[in-house]
Protein backbone atom coordinates (compact mmCIF):
# COMPACT_ATOMS: atom_id res chain seq x y z
CA UNK A 1 0.00 0.00 0.00
CA UNK A 2 1.29 3.42 -1.34
CA UNK A 3 0.97 5.52 2.04
CA UNK A 4 2.73 8.61 3.81
CA UNK A 5 2.66 8.77 7.06
CA UNK A 6 3.45 12.05 9.05
CA UNK A 7 5.00 12.67 12.72
CA UNK A 8 2.65 13.06 15.29
CA UNK A 9 1.28 17.23 16.73
CA UNK A 10 4.02 19.04 18.14
CA UNK A 11 2.98 22.06 20.87
CA UNK A 12 5.74 24.92 20.88
CA UNK A 13 6.60 28.00 22.35
CA UNK A 14 6.58 31.01 20.11
CA UNK A 15 10.71 31.66 19.13
CA UNK A 16 11.29 27.49 18.90
CA UNK A 17 12.22 25.46 16.89
CA UNK A 18 10.84 22.32 14.98
CA UNK A 19 11.36 19.50 12.28
CA UNK A 20 8.41 17.46 11.34
CA UNK A 21 8.37 14.59 8.82
CA UNK A 22 6.94 12.66 6.62
CA UNK A 23 7.79 8.77 5.64
CA UNK A 24 6.84 7.50 2.21
CA UNK A 25 6.55 3.86 1.67
CA UNK A 26 4.85 1.54 -0.85
CA UNK A 27 6.86 3.48 -3.70
CA UNK A 28 10.01 4.59 -5.02
CA UNK A 29 10.39 7.54 -2.48
CA UNK A 30 12.75 9.36 -4.72
CA UNK A 31 10.85 8.94 -8.06
CA UNK A 32 7.90 11.42 -6.75
CA UNK A 33 8.09 14.53 -5.93
CA UNK A 34 7.05 15.52 -1.80
CA UNK A 35 5.11 18.64 -1.38
CA UNK A 36 3.82 20.64 1.65
CA UNK A 37 0.13 21.75 2.48
CA UNK A 38 -0.67 24.71 5.23
CA UNK A 39 -4.12 24.53 6.28
CA UNK A 40 -4.80 27.31 9.19
CA UNK A 41 -7.49 26.54 11.40
CA UNK A 42 -10.84 27.24 9.74
CA UNK A 43 -8.98 27.90 6.51
CA UNK A 44 -8.22 26.56 2.75
CA UNK A 45 -5.26 24.62 1.49
CA UNK A 46 -1.82 26.35 0.80
CA UNK A 47 0.79 25.16 -1.27
CA UNK A 48 4.45 25.85 0.59
CA UNK A 49 6.73 23.93 -1.92
CA UNK A 50 7.92 20.82 -2.65
CA UNK A 51 11.36 18.51 -2.76
CA UNK A 52 12.16 15.77 -5.19
CA UNK A 53 13.85 13.27 -2.79
CA UNK A 54 16.02 11.72 -5.69
CA UNK A 55 18.30 14.50 -5.72
CA UNK A 56 17.03 17.37 -2.80
CA UNK A 57 15.98 19.73 -5.84
CA UNK A 58 13.61 21.92 -4.20
CA UNK A 59 11.31 24.50 -4.67
CA UNK A 60 9.79 27.09 -2.49
CA UNK A 61 6.23 28.96 -3.02
CA UNK A 62 6.64 32.85 -2.79
CA UNK A 63 4.45 33.00 0.20
CA UNK A 64 6.89 30.60 2.30
CA UNK A 65 10.22 31.29 0.93
CA UNK A 66 12.58 31.96 3.76
CA UNK A 67 10.02 30.97 6.30
CA UNK A 68 10.76 27.16 6.13
CA UNK A 69 13.07 24.65 5.15
CA UNK A 70 12.11 20.94 3.15
CA UNK A 71 14.55 19.03 3.35
CA UNK A 72 14.26 14.77 2.50
CA UNK A 73 16.75 11.79 3.42
CA UNK A 74 15.97 9.25 0.57
CA UNK A 75 18.09 6.39 3.01
CA UNK A 76 15.42 6.42 5.52
CA UNK A 77 12.29 7.76 2.75
CA UNK A 78 11.43 10.70 4.75
CA UNK A 79 10.44 13.97 4.08
CA UNK A 80 11.12 16.56 6.31
CA UNK A 81 9.64 21.01 7.05
CA UNK A 82 11.23 22.75 9.56
CA UNK A 83 10.87 26.25 11.21
CA UNK A 84 14.04 27.77 13.51
CA UNK A 85 11.79 30.26 14.84
CA UNK A 86 8.01 29.56 15.27
CA UNK A 87 5.49 32.22 15.71
CA UNK A 88 1.58 31.30 16.82
CA UNK A 89 0.41 32.21 12.71
CA UNK A 90 2.90 29.21 12.20
CA UNK A 91 -0.64 27.25 14.25
CA UNK A 92 -1.79 25.21 11.79
CA UNK A 93 -2.26 21.38 10.15
CA UNK A 94 0.73 20.74 7.98
CA UNK A 95 0.07 17.75 5.36
CA UNK A 96 2.60 16.24 3.05
CA UNK A 97 1.63 14.74 -0.65
CA UNK A 98 3.38 12.97 -3.35
CA UNK A 99 2.83 14.61 -6.12
CA UNK A 100 2.06 12.53 -10.04
CA UNK A 101 2.21 14.53 -12.80
CA UNK A 102 0.91 18.20 -11.81
CA UNK A 103 -1.03 16.90 -9.44
CA UNK A 104 -0.92 15.38 -5.43
CA UNK A 105 -2.43 12.14 -5.01
CA UNK A 106 -1.30 10.46 -1.89
CA UNK A 107 -1.57 12.73 1.31
CA UNK A 108 -0.30 12.53 4.74
CA UNK A 109 -2.65 12.48 7.48
CA UNK A 110 -1.73 15.72 8.75
CA UNK A 111 0.20 17.32 11.56
CA UNK A 112 -0.85 19.65 13.41
CA UNK A 113 0.95 22.32 14.96
CA UNK A 114 0.28 24.79 18.01
CA UNK A 115 2.29 27.64 19.07
CA UNK A 116 1.09 28.91 21.91
CA UNK A 117 2.94 31.12 24.99
CA UNK B 1 -0.02 33.92 -10.07
CA UNK B 2 -2.51 32.45 -11.27
CA UNK B 3 -6.05 32.56 -9.02
CA UNK B 4 -8.50 29.91 -9.05
CA UNK B 5 -11.71 30.95 -7.93
CA UNK B 6 -14.61 28.85 -5.81
CA UNK B 7 -17.99 29.92 -4.63
CA UNK B 8 -17.80 29.19 -0.73
CA UNK B 9 -20.37 27.84 -0.56
CA UNK B 10 -23.57 25.22 -2.26
CA UNK B 11 -26.07 23.69 -1.18
CA UNK B 12 -28.49 20.15 -2.49
CA UNK B 13 -31.21 17.78 -1.72
CA UNK B 14 -30.22 14.44 -1.16
CA UNK B 15 -30.65 12.74 -4.73
CA UNK B 16 -30.03 16.08 -6.33
CA UNK B 17 -27.20 16.91 -8.76
CA UNK B 18 -24.47 19.55 -7.27
CA UNK B 19 -22.46 21.15 -9.09
CA UNK B 20 -19.14 23.15 -8.05
CA UNK B 21 -17.09 25.57 -10.13
CA UNK B 22 -13.44 26.58 -10.72
CA UNK B 23 -12.92 29.58 -12.21
CA UNK B 24 -9.55 30.80 -13.88
CA UNK B 25 -8.05 32.42 -16.41
CA UNK B 26 -7.84 30.28 -19.72
CA UNK B 27 -8.38 27.27 -16.96
CA UNK B 28 -9.61 24.52 -19.75
CA UNK B 29 -5.96 24.80 -21.17
CA UNK B 30 -4.85 23.54 -18.02
CA UNK B 31 -5.23 20.02 -16.60
CA UNK B 32 -7.62 20.36 -13.04
CA UNK B 33 -7.80 18.09 -10.06
CA UNK B 34 -10.46 18.39 -7.74
CA UNK B 35 -10.00 16.91 -3.63
CA UNK B 36 -12.92 16.61 -0.91
CA UNK B 37 -11.88 16.65 2.11
CA UNK B 38 -13.87 15.98 5.19
CA UNK B 39 -13.73 17.43 8.85
CA UNK B 40 -10.62 16.53 10.71
CA UNK B 41 -9.35 14.23 7.65
CA UNK B 42 -6.76 15.08 4.90
CA UNK B 43 -7.99 15.61 1.65
CA UNK B 44 -8.94 13.46 -1.14
CA UNK B 45 -7.80 13.47 -4.90
CA UNK B 46 -11.85 12.87 -6.32
CA UNK B 47 -11.31 13.64 -9.88
CA UNK B 48 -8.05 14.30 -11.74
CA UNK B 49 -6.90 15.35 -15.32
CA UNK B 50 -10.26 17.47 -15.72
CA UNK B 51 -12.48 13.86 -15.76
CA UNK B 52 -10.93 10.75 -14.74
CA UNK B 53 -11.47 9.16 -11.07
CA UNK B 54 -9.02 7.23 -9.10
CA UNK B 55 -9.77 4.20 -8.60
CA UNK B 56 -12.12 3.56 -5.11
CA UNK B 57 -14.36 6.66 -6.68
CA UNK B 58 -17.71 6.78 -7.00
CA UNK B 59 -19.05 7.40 -10.60
CA UNK B 60 -21.54 9.63 -9.41
CA UNK B 61 -18.30 12.33 -8.89
CA UNK B 62 -17.60 13.68 -12.92
CA UNK B 63 -15.65 16.66 -13.88
CA UNK B 64 -15.10 19.20 -17.03
CA UNK B 65 -13.21 21.80 -18.30
CA UNK B 66 -14.03 24.55 -20.73
CA UNK B 67 -12.82 28.49 -21.45
CA UNK B 68 -12.50 30.30 -17.99
CA UNK B 69 -14.71 27.72 -16.01
CA UNK B 70 -13.85 23.66 -14.49
CA UNK B 71 -16.96 22.21 -13.09
CA UNK B 72 -16.82 19.47 -10.13
CA UNK B 73 -20.21 17.36 -10.81
CA UNK B 74 -21.83 15.36 -8.06
CA UNK B 75 -24.88 13.17 -9.09
CA UNK B 76 -27.44 11.40 -6.76
CA UNK B 77 -26.10 12.85 -3.86
CA UNK B 78 -25.59 11.43 -0.36
CA UNK B 79 -25.61 12.85 3.00
CA UNK B 80 -21.45 11.71 3.24
CA UNK B 81 -20.27 13.79 0.43
CA UNK B 82 -20.93 17.01 2.81
CA UNK B 83 -17.46 17.83 2.93
CA UNK B 84 -15.20 20.93 1.32
CA UNK B 85 -14.18 20.68 -2.25
CA UNK B 86 -11.25 21.94 -3.62
CA UNK B 87 -10.06 22.54 -7.15
CA UNK B 88 -6.26 22.51 -8.38
CA UNK B 89 -3.93 23.10 -11.05
CA UNK B 90 -0.47 23.46 -11.88
CA UNK B 91 0.67 26.74 -12.67
CA UNK B 92 3.66 26.18 -15.19
CA UNK B 93 4.66 29.77 -15.11
CA UNK B 94 5.65 30.09 -11.36
CA UNK B 95 6.08 26.28 -11.12
CA UNK B 96 3.44 26.06 -8.76
CA UNK B 97 0.79 23.82 -7.26
CA UNK B 98 -2.24 26.33 -7.28
CA UNK B 99 -5.83 25.73 -4.87
CA UNK B 100 -8.86 27.10 -5.21
CA UNK B 101 -10.63 28.76 -1.92
CA UNK B 102 -12.80 25.99 -1.58
CA UNK B 103 -16.45 25.39 -1.72
CA UNK B 104 -18.50 23.64 1.60
CA UNK B 105 -20.73 21.55 -0.12
CA UNK B 106 -24.35 21.25 2.43
CA UNK B 107 -27.07 18.41 1.81
CA UNK B 108 -29.85 19.83 3.28
Known amino acids: EVQLVQSGAEVKKPGESLKISCKGSGYSFTSYWIGWVRQMPGKGLEWMGIIYPGDSDTRYSPSFQGQVTISADKSISTAYLQWSSLKASDTAMYYC??????????WGQGTMVTVSS | SYVLTQPPSVSVAPGQTARITCGGNNIGSKSVHWYQQKPGQAPVLVVY???DRPSGIPERFSGSNSGNTATLTISRVEAGDEADYYC???????????FGGGTKLTVL
Open chain 1, 97 to 106: ARRTGSHPDI
Open chain 2, 49 to 51: DDS
Open chain 2, 88 to 98: QVWDSSSDQVV
